[in-house]
């Protein structure tokens, strides 16, 4: 007999409320009962995102959203400012180049954030950039951007909008939409909403919407306008993701019955302790400054293959976490603790961890990072 652990960024464990009513037997979408169902999702989702916008919701993943947020907000030939400090951050690139937007690429080191003082200096002297794309949470590497502050600054330029994915984000780490006056924000369902993968979401404040009228990029599923529309009258477009809308409301209940700030503190606690375990195994983290609580990113023992550390994990123990990306492969693991997960099952991660630190010749103090763990779990 084999119990699997998911401690991975996406997707995340999801709770046996979330499986049952997506297991209910299927509606029909232009139905009564959906749009009352749609009601309750929009309702959700502006408390999650603490907004008093629509959030648009997509059948796909949330690179879809990543896309409609640049081709419904700009221009063939507008630049676009863009923070480089991981693959998600090379995506919006690459989704810019795509569509005939101009990239001027902020390149940061992983590991790191960006410097707002950064973005702050660009748009004084190119006041034509009409967006700026930053990531909250870098999920390849566990880094925090400092959205609040790029917020703060990117809002006193009228011509100007800020573009968060939120992705690996949004429902684990603090990102009010209108307290910090974010013009676009993206997330996924295989994160802290403990959905399967086959949502994404984008929401829009006024001045983002004042965009979309000047936008001419081509567009057709992507479409906000025609999806907003549909929405405020509990329908979607096309045919949605009928099963995983059923399970979102369910799921947003359980995230109201907890409270928004309950949960962030609950990440915020699990974080820190999976943090400490590391340390005290005698590990780095790869963000050693500016880490996220949605995912922690640690630098492989020297002489160990980072990407052994997660095989040997997924085949012998059973726990499936990620590995690095790109320049980062074989450099790092990942340990997410977003979602359905609770203090339970980092201290599981946590051995599984040790033990396969142990037999790749690491050396230690064996469950010196379980005790670190427990120290930081059992603190009132």
């Known amino acids: 007999m084999k119990k699997h652990y998911l401690l991975a960024p996406g997707p995340t464990p999801i709770p046996p409320e979330v499986l049952q009513a997506l297991a209910r037997p299927i509606v029909h979408h232009r139905t009564p009962l959906y749009e009352g169902i ?3 999702v929009r309702e959700g989702l502006k408390y999650l995102f603490q907004t008093k916008s629509e959030v648009l919701i997509f059948a796909s993943s949330g690179t879809g959203a990543m896309e409609g947020a640049v081709t419904n907000t700009l221009c063939a030939g507008d630049k676009a400012l863009v923070v480089e400090g991981g693959k998600f951050g090379e995506r919006f690139t690459q989704i810019c180049r795509a569509y005939g937007v101009k990239p001027i690429v902020i390149p940061v080191e992983w590991g790191q954030a960006v410097d707002p003082a950064v973005i702050e200096k660009t748009l004084r002297e190119d006041p034509s950039i009409k967006a700026v794309f930053t990531q909250a949470t870098e999920t390849s590497t566990g880094v925090l951007h400092p959205v609040k502050e790029i917020a703060a600054l990117v809002s006193r330029h009228p011509g100007t909008i800020l573009v968060v994915d939120g992705i690996s984000h949004v429902g684990a780490v603090e990102l009010p939409m209108d307290g910090w006056k974010l013009d676009v924000v993206i997330c996924g369902s295989q994160k802290a909403l ?5 949502l994404a979401f984008a929401a829009l404040s006024d001045k983002a919407w004042q965009f979309v009228e000047r936008s001419t990029l081509p567009r057709f599923y ?6 907003l529309k549909n929405l405020t009258q509990n329908q979607s477009a096309y045919t949605p993701a009928i099963s995983l809308v059923v399970g979102l409301a369910e799921s947003l209940k ?3 019955k907890e409270g928004l700030e309950n949960i962030l503190a609950r990440h915020a606690r699990l974080a820190k302790a999976t943090r400490a375990a590391m340390g005290a195994l005698g590990l780095q983290l790869y963000a050693p400054r500016a880490y996220s609580d949605a995912v922690t990113a640690v630098l492989a023992p020297r002489g160990i293959d980072g990407q052994k550390v997660v095989k040997i994990l997924r085949e012998k123990h059973n726990l499936t976490i990620a590995g690095g990306q790109d320049r980062a492969k074989g450099k790092i693991f990942r340990l997410a603790h977003m979602g359905y997960i609770d203090p339970s099952d980092i201290i599981a991660g946590i051995a599984a961890v040790e033990m396969t630190l142990k037999e790749l010749g690491y050396q230690f103090e064996l469950g010196a990072g379980i005790k670190a763990a427990m120290e930081v779990l059992s603190a009132k």
């Open 38 to 40: 749609l009601q309750e």
């Open 194 to 198: 403990m959905l399967p993968p086959g």
């Open 222 to 227: 992507f479409d906000f306008k025609k999806e």
């Open 254 to 256: 359980l995230i109201r």
